[in-house]
């Protein structure tokens, strides 16, 4: 899952070397933080969110998958 | 656009290797035809084309930057295609031989097409893959273009729970 959003989230940036994401895991959920620099915030979240909503949407299959709950930060 | 689109389908689907993505390049436009399993095609598009149209947003942000027009068509791998061609010859074949009747009895696409919406109605569980209600080629052919002028799924995503936490990180990055 980390490496999706990592994956994605370069994809997107202009800054690609200041993507990082930190996967912390409990249980039964895990928190992805991802960090991006700050002029690479506006396009990663979207208009409305769009962009985050959409990276949530697609972690959620994976998610699934493993029977975990996810929880998408943008930092 | 075509890594981003197969690297994140590759990483959703069940059966990776069926994975395939064709890009088809216009001048200010490019066409992006995803192949995946049938048994993927569910989870690929995801309930309501959750999951298709999560994939058109990133793959706007990314067009945006390359200032083109994208469009992304979700298609059942080959092997499916060859069987669904052969499907679709049928129907043909039954419609020509049924145009004198066709209005006394239902043709068997007319069926076919009620049969489908049946089957999108059913109400789905919560998260829940849409694997049981996978959708054939013909609807999600119909059903590509139709969302993605409305994009109803982002709406309804926007009303989801984190909304209001983005909306707000939204906002001061817009300023």
Do not use: W
């Not at chain 1, 997107?12 to 933080?33: A, F, H």
């Not at chain 2, 590759?10 to 049938?38: F, M, Y």
């Not at chain 2, 979700?74 to 004198?100: K, M, R, T």
Request: net charge negative; aromatic share 0%; glycine share 4%.
């Amino acid at each position: 899952m980390k490496e999706l959003i990592e994956y994605v989230a370069k994809s997107l940036v202009d800054d690609p070397s200041q993507v990082r994401v930190d996967e912390i895991e409990g249980t039964n959920s895990v928190v992805l933080e991802l960090h991006v620099a700050p002029e690479d915030m506006g396009r990663i979240i979207g208009r409305k969110g769009r962009v985050a909503n959409a990276m949530r949407t697609l972690l959620r299959v994976v998610a699934a998958k493993e029977a975990k709950r996810i929880t998408l930060e943008i930092v | 656009m075509k890594e981003l689109i197969e690297n994140i389908a590759k990483s959703l689907a069940d059966a990776p290797s069926q994975v395939r993505v064709d890009e088809i390049e216009g001048t200010n436009s490019v066409v992006l035809e995803l192949h995946v399993a049938p048994e993927d095609m569910g989870r690929i598009i995801g309930r309501k084309g959750r999951v298709a149209n999560a994939m058109r947003t990133l793959l706007r942000v990314l067009a945006a930057k390359q200032g083109k027009r994208v469009t992304l068509e979700i298609v059942e791998s080959p092997v499916a295609e060859a069987a669904a061609e052969e499907v679709v010859a049928e129907e043909v074949a039954s419609l020509e031989e049924e145009v004198s009747v066709e209005e006394a009895a239902p043709t068997e696409a007319e069926v076919a097409e009620e049969v489908t919406i049946a089957d999108e109605e059913v109400p789905l569980e919560e998260e829940a893959p849409v694997e049981e209600a996978a959708p054939t080629e013909v609807e999600v052919a119909e059903e590509v273009p139709i969302v993605e002028e409305e994009v109803p799924s982002e709406e309804e995503l926007i009303e989801a729970p984190f909304e209001e936490e983005v909306g707000e990180t939204t906002g001061e990055e817009a300023d």
